[in-house]
């Protein structure tokens, strides 16, 4: 039999699923939105976890002894969570197939979906609050250690009979929700062709290396650079693909950035009429983590020749 007592149990439930409810609203506030796989998980958790397991485990074996002790069924504090108990299933009524269309591709749900899910949200974490801190305490002080076994042996064998592990299995789903409902950079919103070609039409020529400093990415393959680069450079050492005369500085500016003690190295150089600014970046995860070293290369002489002021559209535009 499982160690924890029954409210110990059920709070657990209560716990995981306001972390589910904290990423979806995450999720659903950004603007990429959630995912259609995000949503099918959510779809499957609160129909078949929450609705259909954690609800059925208080009224299949709480909420009967709670009546035998005493408290009545049609009013007070047990009438007013089955009320909450059928006005969630309404809610979830509509939630689901929202949330099947928009899995299936249909964004045009999205507002509805977003509107149920909160409605969902709203009424259960108020409900999760009403058990947790009235009708559970009042639970432990009405029902007899044997009785308060029992209904662990009820929620075991509720689980049970919905297959092996399913607890487990419905935790390991909602983390997954959690976890994809971080909110991440918004370039997580874009496809990868776009932001391809976001990169590829800055002014500015772009090459990376990785914190093994193995060239992994440079900008602009098909145009005209300042910097020609081919791709065969993919994957080689930054140290094999740098003149060994100027090799001592790039080790040098690779050293610092991995110490954290510089945040940029800069030259500029005359190349016929181009001033070439280039410059080198350490770049951090969000905490702070040594990614690699992007170079960004510029010909600043049209820039550094700007004089005056243009408020309007050139007509040679
Ligand atoms: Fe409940
Ligand atoms: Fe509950």
């Not at 979806?24 to 990429?32: C, L, Y």
């Not at 045009?108 to 305490?137: M, N, Q, T």
């Not at 592990?165 to 959690?178: D, F, S």
Request: charged fraction near 30%; include cysteine; charge should be negative.
């Amino acid at each position: 039999m499982t160690s924890e007592r029954w409210d110990e149990l059920l709070r657990q439930d209560h716990e995981v699923t306001e972390r589910v409810f904290a990423a979806m609203e995450a999720r659903f506030a950004s603007a990429a939105g959630p995912s259609p796989a995000q949503v099918m998980r959510l779809v499957r958790y609160l129909q078949d976890y929450v609705d259909r397991c954690h609800n059925q485990k208080e009224e299949q074996h709480l909420f009967p002894r709670l009546e035998r002790a005493g408290m009545p069924r049609d009013a007070g504090p047990l009438g007013v969570m089955l009320h909450e108990h059928r006005q969630a299933e309404q809610i979830l009524a509509s939630l689901v197939p929202l949330g099947r269309a928009f899995a299936a591709g249909d964004r045009s749900v999205l507002p509805d979906l977003r509107a149920a899910f909160e409605a969902y949200a709203a009424l259960c974490k108020d409900h999760f609050w009403k058990e947790g801190d009235i009708l559970y305490p009042a639970a432990l002080r009405m029902l007899t250690d044997a009785e308060g076994e029992e209904i662990v042996r009820g929620i075991d064998a509720l689980e049970a009979s919905l297959g092996e592990g399913t607890r487990e299995r419905y935790y390991r789903m909602a983390q997954e929700i959690i976890e994809e409902g971080e909110l991440r950079d918004l370039a997580y919103g874009l496809e990868r062709d776009v932001l391809a070609a976001i990169l590829n039409t800055l002014p500015v020529e772009l090459s990376f290396i990785d914190h093994e400093d193995r060239v992994r990415y440079f900008s602009h393959e098909h145009g005209e650079k300042i910097f020609p680069r081919s791709r065969g450079a993919i994957g080689m050492e930054v140290q094999n693909c740098h003149p060994q005369k100027s090799l001592h500085l790039v080790n040098r500016i690779i050293a610092d950035f991995k110490a954290g003690t510089r945040d940029v190295a800069e030259f500029w150089i005359d190349m016929g009429e181009r001033k070439v600014h280039i410059r080198y970046w350490p770049v951090r995860s969000p905490d702070g983590r040594y990614l690699g070293t992007l170079e960004t290369v510029q010909d600043v002489a049209a820039i550094r020749a700007l004089a005056g002021e243009r408020r309007l559209l050139d007509a040679a535009a």
